[in-house]
């Protein structure tokens, strides 16, 4: 298991990390169990289908740039914002241009820290 994420406005850069370095698993514990990811505007997945979600972004090969914008907190549920982009050249040598704005809800607890559980990345479309 990875170190907890403390801070809610960290969250979204933990998650680039991981992304970046390729780590499904790592990216699988910002995770609370039964969260849901919008890999797609309208399309939510849980459960088992977040992984190959997850891993149909990763298989594009290219970096994700993260910027943190809002982090709202109340109690032990938080609310953060973050713009971010994925862009270049995929592995098939198409261009690839993703970019939004996320809307994501979290949960904090001692032990894991800041979890997704609403991984929604086009939060704003």
Do not use: C
């Not at 993260?66 to 862009?87: C, D, N, Q, S, Y």
């Amino acid at each position: 298991m990875s170190i907890p994420v403390t801070d809610l406005g960290a969250l979204p850069l933990a998650f680039a990390e991981r992304f970046n370095a390729q780590d499904l698993e790592g990216l699988l514990d910002l995770n609370e169990p039964g969260a849901v990811f919008v890999p797609a505007p309208g399309q939510p997945v849980e459960g088992d289908a977040v992984r190959p979600a997850l891993e149909q972004f990763l298989a594009l090969r290219l970096p994700i740039s993260m910027r943190t914008k809002h982090a709202f907190v109340t109690g032990g549920t938080g609310l953060v914002m973050a713009e971010w982009a994925i862009a270049g050249a995929g592995p098939d040598g198409s261009e690839v241009s993703l970019w939004g704005i996320t809307a994501d809800v979290a949960r904090y607890d001692e032990q894991h820290g800041w979890r997704y559980v609403i991984d929604n990345p086009f939060g704003t479309v």
